[in-house]
């Protein structure tokens, strides 16, 4: 019983480590707050789902959802780059637009999947054993990703990408075009997030247009996470980190729901986390001040009485 | 070589905080020469520079750099010909990424960028040698990220980056202001021996009247968004800062003011 929740949280987290690297990259690489994943969530699902329902290959499908998100980011990033929009709200444009996108794709709220054919059941005909299918897909398929994600950071292009965030000024000076970078880097993190939307429907044997709600946090929170567990600026363990981070994230849900909380407080406790995390610098700093502030007031006292 | 025709730029035009920032700008550089700019604030000496590095458009006039015109290229489409260090240290360098990744980004300056790994061993092994030219040791560190570096070792970096993939022209931007006067001699020693290697055409923007007749073979000063004094050949050879001084006064009818203007010596 308790191997099998432990079992089912790690795939979740594991798939949804997928949409941490999708989160990573703009945030930490790009420097570039994007919440369009909030739709391309739920688009990869959509197109997955409706896909897969009329008959689709679910691969195919998969990959078709995949495309689908890589799409919804270049739009986030034109809409930046070309109509000069801040980042924050051409996210939340596209994110808009695909809420009634998503509805069209799949024609109502909800599709359920639980007969259909997915990646997972056809893995399954091939033979694999049932009890650790999803377990080894999701290993295998997120370290993949992973390295694939690594390799392309350390190419030419993918240096150029990081250098977009790190110093836009520079990178310009040397010829690099970072319109067409952030545009390339938002494709690419919609892409991850989407496939992620896309596993996350066939393994839990739905499509919802509301699943995409909270994931921007989600997403953060793994990343966060996964800094603090692994510290390092490197890409190849910070990437690492991502994936830990997310299962890790996964594992601390679980952990608050045997407890007795109630699944639907779990995004509030998520925030918080997220604000604890990213507010510990200055609230650290504030700590600092007082203390400061009272030796300092501890000395022309002890000032006072010496004179 | 380097020409520009009647330049004009107004920032906020038709506002009322309208400012005509250079006025009619009329300048030929001949290939290899190097240019020191001088002149009181608000002359319009950095916006000369960012016409030409392509981070502003002049609302008249051309750029041509060997010929080409230049004028409205973006500065990502005219890196190829430009090379630039700019006055804050942090801007030139990616502090997350190591020296060999900031260097890796230079040696494809102006050049498509393909799927590649950035860094191998050949260039690896050319970096060291480059790095080794700095003689600050930073050969010996590659994989140091940029952010751990001072920021004499920075400009140092940008300086070679700057350089690399041989642009043109290469931009000084008040590029010592910010470091310590013994770093900052430095970084010009390290300049000058660049400069003798690449032999780029040079404009360079200094506050330092002394450091603007030691380097270079020509000095140019500026006022009000006008060039006021070409110094070259003869006439520049014996000149003094204070006869510079004098000069600046004549031709613009007031003193020479800059509040953060060197004028030892």
């Known amino acids: 019983m308790w191997l099998s929740i432990l079992q089912g949280t790690v795939e979740q987290g594991l798939v949804f480590g997928l949409l941490a690297m999708g989160v990573y990259l703009p945030f930490r690489v790009l420097d570039f707050p994007d919440l369009t994943v909030e739709g391309s969530f739920p688009l990869g699902a959509a197109v997955s789902a409706a896909l897969i329902i009329n008959g689709t290959n679910p691969f195919l499908a998969t990959g078709l959802a995949m495309l689908s998100g890589v799409v919804a980011g270049m739009i986030t990033g034109i809409i930046n780059t070309k109509l000069k929009i801040a980042g924050l709200l051409a996210g939340i444009l596209t994110m808009t637009s695909l809420y009634s996108i998503n509805l069209r794709i799949m024609g109502r709220a909800n599709i359920p999947l639980l007969r259909e054919t997915t990646i997972l059941t056809v893995l399954k005909g091939w033979g694999f054993p049932d009890r650790y299918l999803a377990l080894t897909v999701f290993t295998l398929l997120v370290f993949l990703v992973k390295l694939l994600l690594d390799y392309f950071l350390y190419t030419e292009i993918g240096m150029a990408l990081r250098a977009t965030g790190d110093s836009p000024v520079m990178i310009e000076s040397l010829g690099g075009n970072t319109n067409h970078i952030k545009i390339l880097g938002l494709g690419l993190a919609n892409g991850l997030v989407a496939l992620s939307g896309a596993l996350t429907c066939q393994y839990q044997g739905f499509a919802d247009v509301g699943m995409g709600i909270g994931m921007i946090v989600i997403g953060l929170a793994s990343v966060i996470i996964g800094e603090v567990v692994i510290r390092t600026s490197k890409i190849i363990y910070a990437t690492f980190g991502v994936i830990v981070g997310s299962v890790i994230y996964r594992l601390a849900i679980a952990v608050a729901l045997q407890l007795g909380f109630a699944p639907t407080d779990l995004k509030i406790v998520t925030a918080l986390l997220v604000i604890l995390a990213l507010g510990a610098p200055s609230l650290r700093r504030f700590m600092i001040q007082d203390e400061f502030a009272e030796r300092l007031l501890e000395r022309s006292a002890s000032d006072a009485q010496t004179n | ?265």
Do not use: W
């Not at chain 2, 380097?2 to 330049?7: A, K, V």
């Not at chain 2, 000369?48 to 060997?66: D, M, Q, S, Y």
């Not at chain 2, 970096?127 to 570096?149: I, M, S, T, Y």
């Open chain 2, 1 to 265: 070589m380097l020409r520009l025709t009647n330049l004009h730029k107004i920032f906020n035009y038709g506002k009322v905080n309208e400012n005509y920032a250079l006025k009619d700008i009329n300048l030929e550089v001949p290939k290899g020469d190097f240019i020191t700019i001088i002149g009181s604030n608000g002359a319009g000496k950095s916006t000369l520079l960012n016409l030409i590095a392509g981070t502003l458009f002049p609302e008249a006039g051309t750029v041509e750099i060997n010929s080409e015109d230049v004028t409205h290229r973006p500065v990502y489409k005219r890196a190829h010909l430009v090379g630039r260090v700019f006055q804050d240290p942090l801007q030139g360098t990616a502090a997350e990424m190591t020296i060999e990744e900031n260097l890796s980004l230079a040696v494809k300056r102006g050049q498509r960028r393909g799927l590649r790994l950035g860094l191998d061993k050949n260039r690896r092994a050319e970096f060291r040698r480059l790095l080794a030219l700095l003689e600050l040791g930073l050969e010996n560190r590659l994989d140091c990220p940029v952010k751990l570096l001072s920021g004499g070792q920075r400009q140092a970096l940008t300086l070679l980056m700057a350089t690399m993939g041989r642009p043109q022209i290469l931009l000084l931007d008040e590029y010592t202001a910010a470091l310590d006067p013994k770093t900052a001699i430095q970084i010009v020693e390290i300049t000058k021996r660049i400069v003798t290697q690449h032999k780029p055409t040079v404009l360079m923007v200094t506050h330092d009247l002394k450091q603007a007749l030691a380097m270079g073979n020509r000095t140019i000063m500026m006022d009000r968004g006008r060039i006021i004094l070409d110094l070259k050949g003869k006439e520049r050879e014996n000149i003094t800062v204070g006869d510079l001084l004098a000069k600046f006064t004549a031709r613009s009818g007031r003193e020479l003011t800059d509040d953060r203007i060197l004028l030892h010596g």
